[in-house]
């Protein structure tokens, strides 16, 4: 959990490796259930970047889905970023 300006937020903290693009269903739907509470934290694990996303997501994945490929830097570009 993470508290900006007297908010609560839940925070996915997703570590991947440079050019990784790989997000889970329950990542995507717990961003659309508490889209005003969730950040989704990517956070490169030789530390060149993190970058917290408000609002990442915006279709639910398929029933089928484990996980879904994204393009972080089009998924970056696309939410509102909250701290990089």
Known sequence: ???????????????RVKDAD????????????KPDDFLLAIVEVDGTQTVYLKKPFRNAP?????????????????SEMIME
């Open 62 to 78: 398929d029933f089928a889905a484990m996980s879904v490929s994204y393009n972080i830097a089009k998924l970056v570009a696309g």
């Open 1 to 15: 959990m993470f508290l900006i300006d007297r908010f609560l937020f839940l925070i996915e903290v997703k570590g």
């Open 22 to 33: 790989s997000v889970t269903k329950n990542e995507i739907l717990t961003a659309l259930n």
